[in-house]
């Protein structure tokens, strides 16, 4: 070692032996509620039971009733209280005192394949795997067994007192319930209640043991298969492995499991641990569990200092503004591929229930119950629930909603206000094709609607030539400064709000399939280029939404586009009148294309439904797998897998699973074994 050569030298090799006699039956048992030196050897064990299955052991000890650290009337007085004062075969305790207490096990851990005991002798290490560690902690199951022995004394007793009363038993109407058909998600949840465990543990029975002490002739005998029982040279090859393929396999790597620690508890918030969280996630827990809240009351419950935009972005993401209040989204509440804890209704129909009649609070105060149930027709709790979210029930109105209206919030933050009204106009629209409805049937009765005032054409003409007038000196001295040959942009005026405008007139239209554009109609404001910018600006946003979905109807676009316009400021979009026309020449004019695909005859899909778009062209290799893919659903609107698989591989010879997955994944959408491209399934 002085010269360096060997710093770490070999003392002594031992052969290591597999003992296999006991390696199904060997358990370790860990008793953590004592101490090392007070072992449980000498204490004589009345009895032993096991449920193999369930790796459960109980085992049964007796008191030293004669110890002076033994109180005798406590021991009485349980022994009273499990048993009561008559005797039986049953009884808990047989000497009218606590003589014994048991000890029931649970899993240390539910992997056992690192842990062996090992016994060293004579210079070899024989190691047998361990089968299962169950620590054993005492049972009071006696205390239950008395609190039930207490209430059938009380529930004796009050029987006694009211045998008058149940000889003169109303006759009562009984209500019949046909239990609905359990749905996969109901069932996954009650396999993993607590009832559904407690009962499968029942019902293995109880396998009864002989315990024998640690220098009993028997423990002797059973202790002696920890010894590998053959040791034969010409039977144990020798192990050739590497030293890093050794410790390989004496310590194999273990995923270990994380544990996820819960955002909130169910019921309580706990503020200091909410804190800890990123402001997202603050948010998200805070909406989740108060359901509504004014947003200066959100900045109250989160920690001083914190960014009031900042918090705006966050709350977006998880609410709606449902009058100046924020209310958390359905989806929220509701995630996918979960259900009613009520009725076992899906959560997406659900969420389209629940955003009605979030709906129907931005146009009125109160709503009537029973005509949300005539609409969305969801079972009442359901629709209770989602009332009692947002709302109260009044005497002769309905439920109404909790909070006043935050006009303050709405003038404050009036960007964030425009937003949240695109936002339901979608929501409304989708709302109006799934319960088949106008937004006028909804419109309060009693409310004082202004008649509908027509202008002649005559009268508009005077109203503009009016305007002119006033606006001579300005015109001119513009035209003078710009004479030398620039153009001069004339941005039209729009009509007082008190100056009445013929409704049922022909106008430019100011708005964007539907939803009214964030800018006035006119010249475009931004270049002199004739809308340029605007046209500019849409091929962009084309090029950036094909690249996330590859695949889209025009229907999906639209409502795609009129999101983004939705999320621009106020008075910061380009975009005025953008007919279908001119989306799908925004389309084409980029690396897409239109596929034909061929819908059946019978088909209920709207035109532009029917209409779809896909990349083409990025530049990468993988365009040629997606333009197949393309030609396929131009000969029919649905194709299994197997054909897909089997055209790449005679176009591409070897193509990969993971592209094949990738290209069905970016493109397509899977329906009863069949494949559709992304927004052409059929209901």
Not at 539 to 559: P, S
Request: hydrophobic residues 35%.
């Amino acid at each position: 070692m002085a010269s360096g050569d060997d710093d770490d030298p070999i003392i002594e090799e031992i052969d290591v032996y597999l003992a296999k006699s006991l390696a199904d039956k060997l358990y370790l048992f860990q008793y953590p509620v004592r101490p090392s030196t007070m072992t449980y050897d000498d204490v004589n064990h009345l009895a032993a039971r096991i449920k193999p299955k369930q790796q459960r052991v109980e085992l049964e000890m007796a008191i030293n009733t004669m110890s002076p650290n033994y109180c005798r009337s406590k021991g009485e007085q349980i022994a009273l209280n499990v048993d009561g004062t008559a005797y039986d075969e049953t009884n808990t305790y047989t000497a009218k005192m606590m003589d014994k207490q048991t000890f029931s096990s649970i899993q240390a851990t539910t992997n056992t394949s690192r842990y062996a005991a090992a016994i060293f002798r004579k210079g070899e290490l024989h190691v047998t795997p361990l089968t299962g560690i169950l620590q054993m902690r005492p049972s009071f199951s006696y205390l239950d067994k008395a609190d039930n022995k207490t209430r059938e004394r009380e529930a004796a007793n009050e029987g006694g007192d009211s045998s008058q009363d149940e000889a003169e038993e109303e006759v009562k109407a009984i209500t019949v319930r046909f239990s609905r058909p359990e749905s996969e998600q109901a069932r996954q949840r009650r396999i993993q209640s607590y009832e559904f465990l407690q009962k499968k543990q029942a019902e293995e029975p109880w396998a009864h043991l002989h315990y024998h002490g640690v220098k009993d002739s028997r423990s002797e005998h059973e202790r002696q298969y920890l010894y590998c029982q053959s040791v034969d040279a010409s039977e144990n090859s020798e192990l050739v492995k590497t030293p890093k393929e050794y410790l390989t396999m004496l310590m194999p790597p273990v995923a270990e499991e994380k544990v996820v620690k819960p955002v909130g508890p169910s019921n309580v918030l706990s503020m200091a641990q909410l804190r800890t969280l990123p402001l997202g996630d603050q948010v998200k827990t805070l909406m989740k569990n108060v359901k509504m809240m004014p947003f200066a009351n959100l900045m109250g419950l989160l920690a001083s200092g914190t960014d009031s935009t900042a918090v705006l972005r966050c709350i977006q993401q998880v609410a709606l503004l449902v009058q100046g209040n924020w209310v958390v989204k359905s989806d929220v509440l509701y995630p996918k591929n979960t259900c009613s804890p009520h009725s076992g209704v899906p959560a997406e129909v659900l969420c389209r229930g629940r955003d009605f009649v979030m709906w129907r609070f931005t146009l009125e105060r109160s709503v009537m119950r029973k005509e949300i149930t005539g609409i969305i027709k969801l079972p009442p709790e359901d629709v209770k629930e989602f009332l009692e979210h947002v709302a109260a029930p009044r005497v002769n109105r309905g439920w109404e909603f909790l909070l006043p209206t935050d006009g303050e919030f709405i003038k404050k933050h009036p960007d964030v206000a425009h937003r949240q009204h695109m936002l339901w106009l979608g929501i409304q629209s989708k709302l109006e094709k799934v319960f088949n409805f106008s937004k006028e049937d909804f419109m309060p009765k009693n409310s004082l609607q202004p008649e509908p005032v027509h202008v002649s054409g005559e009268q508009r003409l005077k109203v503009a030539q009016d305007r002119v007038q006033e606006r001579r000196p300005s015109l001119q001295k513009d035209l003078d400064s710009k004479r030398a040959g620039s153009s001069v942009h004339i941005k039209q005026e729009p009509v007082g709000e008190d100056e009445p405008m013929d409704t049922s007139s022909s106008i430019p239209n100011g708005s964007v399939n539907g939803y009214p554009s964030t800018a006035s109609p006119g010249f475009d404001h931004t270049n002199g280029n004739g809308g340029d910018a605007s046209t500019l600006e849409l091929q962009d946003f084309v090029k950036k939404i094909f690249r996330k979905h590859f695949v889209l109807t025009l229907n999906e676009f639209k409502r795609l586009f009129n999101l983004h316009l939705a999320s621009m400021p106020v008075g910061r979009s380009v975009f005025h009148s953008v007919s279908d026309h001119m989306l799908q020449e925004a389309i084409l004019l980029s690396p897409c294309k239109q596929i034909m695909v061929p819908f059946p005859a019978q088909s209920k899909a709207a035109p532009d439904e029917q209409k779809v778009f896909g990349l083409w062209e990025t530049g990468d290799d993988f365009d040629k797998h997606r333009r197949l893919l393309y030609d396929l659903f131009t000969k029919n609107y649905r194709i299994r897998r197997n054909m897909i698989q089997a055209r790449l591989a005679q176009e591409f010879e070897d193509v990969p699973k993971a592209d094949i997955d990738r290209l069905l994944n970016e493109c397509c959408s899977s329906h009863a074994g069949m494949w559709y491209l992304k927004g052409t399934i059929q209901s």
